[in-house]
């Protein structure tokens, strides 16, 4: 089978996305290795469990990590009219400007902001979080992402998770060697922080890393990203403290002015409910009185006709 063929093949599966993606014009091999490369930016289910090795997930995984990937369609148009600024006028250029006036228009139709609420043990942090901003970062190498969660601590360890294969997984390292860190002289690859890290293929000079973790606690001011992952700023913990519930509400009603786009800001809430009056609850009635609508996304969304229960709460 051809290359040409093998594109045909995927077109039928990943439709006109597949074309938008940018690795078409900073990636000019045209080969299985461009193939593989391809698929892991358009399709967030085979990234997670054939390269980054969550072999646990199940076919009804692909559902969710097809919806999760729905907003790459932002990142596409991001990334594709920041090329637009450098790319020579030629064939090349035009093809790029068609296909960023494609990746805008899919966008004015897809959401910004969605909510993602499932029990533990669903795989909501590893799909949802840390395998969803490895892609993110594949797309975007110039990607801001602020990665919260309710305490340092647990940030810091999904900030490690998501460092993980490019530091240590020979497949992920063999795909993307320009995004990931060499051995230094005496073997060690040291990358970034536990609070932070910088992809070296960067190309754009920014006070903020890649991805950057933090708390509730955590002082953000003065920093600006595009996308932010809210994981868990609600647990089994701080659920039964009312200063801990007011202190991740203030922090959403403020968090807006983080995004480099304060008024388009793009980001996932992700967490299980554990108190009748936390966070999640508060953004619910929060855009029930607005003309923005947060998008709630339940395992039960992705199940046609089952009903289920998340901590008391009945969710179709």
Not at 31 to 48: E, K, N, P, Q, S
Not at 277 to 295: C, L, T
Request: hydrophobic content about 35%.
């Amino acid at each position: 089978m051809t290359f040409n063929d093998k594109i045909k093949k995927l077109r039928k599966i990943y439709g006109e996305r597949l074309d938008i993606c940018p690795i078409w014009f900073f990636d000019k091999r045209r080969d299985d290795y461009f193939i593989d490369r391809l698929v892991c930016m358009l399709d967030l289910y085979h990234l997670a469990k054939h390269i980054l090795g969550h072999k646990d997930l199940i076919p009804l995984h692909k559902r969710v990590a097809d919806d999760v990937a729905d907003i790459n369609v932002h990142i596409f148009a991001k990334v594709l009219k920041d090329m637009l600024e450098y790319a020579p006028i030629g064939k090349a250029r035009n093809q790029m400007q068609f296909a960023y006036a494609r990746a805008k228009d899919i966008s004015t139709r897809t959401e910004r902001e969605r909510m993602y609420l499932m029990f533990r043990g669903g795989f909501k942090t590893t799909l949802i979080t840390e395998a969803h901003i490895v892609q993110l970062i594949l797309i975007d190498p110039n990607i801001r992402i602020l990665l919260m969660s309710g305490g340092l601590t647990q940030a810091r360890k999904m900030l490690k998770s998501v460092k993980a294969p490019f530091m240590f997984s020979p497949h992920f390292r063999y795909l993307f060697p320009e995004y990931c860190p060499q051995p230094n002289k005496q073997g060690t690859i040291e990358f970034g922080t536990q609070d932070s890290f910088t992809v070296p293929n960067r190309y754009k000079h920014f006070r903020e890393g890649t991805v950057d973790a933090a708390g509730l606690e955590t002082r953000k001011t003065g920093n600006h990203w595009d996308y932010a992952k809210k994981d868990d700023l609600i647990n089994e913990t701080n659920c039964t403290s009312d200063e801990m519930l007011l202190k991740a509400k203030e922090f959403e009603q403020h968090s807006h002015q983080l995004f480099d786009n304060p008024s388009k800001p793009l980001q996932d809430y992700i967490g299980t409910i554990y108190h009748s009056d936390d966070i999640y609850g508060f953004i619910q009635r929060r855009h029930a009185n607005s003309k923005g609508v947060v998008p709630i996304n339940t395992i039960g969304s992705y199940v046609k006709g089952t009903k289920w229960h998340i901590k008391g709460k009945k969710v179709a």
